[in-house]
């Protein structure tokens, strides 16, 4: 089977008294739109590690998360949609909630491990698939050269030209793709991430080993809100806000982050007048369902 998905990923103007006040145009590149389970850049991070499973005959996908993780929802339905078997190895205590129900549907096999044990992730594979010759191994969040690979051929798709590009960043994986493909491409757009975790300095760390040749960008660290899966009311707001005046879903652990720092960083008056920017919306909406109590 040819492992692909036709791209559906748009840009889009936002519009927003404050864009015009300051003279900025904002887009946005809609990842979210290229499929509604295996959205945004969990499709883009999939791709080539899909692609390399193939050609070594596995057909068994295994992979890790916490238990609402975008990443294993993307992995069960892309494994559902191209022909593998999955299973998906959670952080924690067994629970039940609506992402891995959604991961089940899609005919994933879960195993709960606990934290402890969570930590050594090749040790926990060999534990379940020692002498599988069909289990493939995926990294947490899908890291690795592959996706970074995937995630940089969504700036190959642009037909404009902008001088910041934002997107929300965990592993740093998306960061870095980026960043390279804007060096593919010669473009002289500045990267701006934004990291979801506290501390988040490290990430320049992981991006750094991912980037094909060296190359500057910006790391906001201040966009947290105390740590990753962590809001408060004003972000809550935000994102009420952001959803009903432009008909855009995001959410509280990576797009509403996102979105609020250059809302934030714009009434600071950070960019250029006539600046262009793009903001990446790097999927995750099913993330609003574990988060329902905070809104
Ligand atoms: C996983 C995810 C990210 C983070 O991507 P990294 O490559 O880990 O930095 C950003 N946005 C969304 C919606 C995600 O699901």
Redesign the pocket.
Known sequence: MNIDLEIFSPVHQIKDKLFDEQDLKVFIKRDDLIHPIIS???WR?LKYLLKKAQAQNKTHLVTFGGAYS??LLATAAAAAKFGFKSTGIVRGETIENDTLFLCRLHGMNLIFAARESYRDKPALFDKYFTNNDEAFFIAE?G?SPE?AKG?SELIDELTETYDHIF?????????AGIINGLQNNSSLARLHAIP?LKNGGFIADEINKLLTSPANYQLHTDYHFGGYGKVNAELIAFIKRFIATTGILI?P???GKMFYAIYDLAAKKHFNPGSRILAIH???IW?LLGMKDKF
Not at 167 to 175: I, V
């Open positions: 945004g850049n969990k991070k975008n990443h969040g890291t996706a995630c997107c929300a960043c965990g592993t740093g994986t998306m960061a979801v959410d652990v990576y797009t790097s999927g995750g993330g």
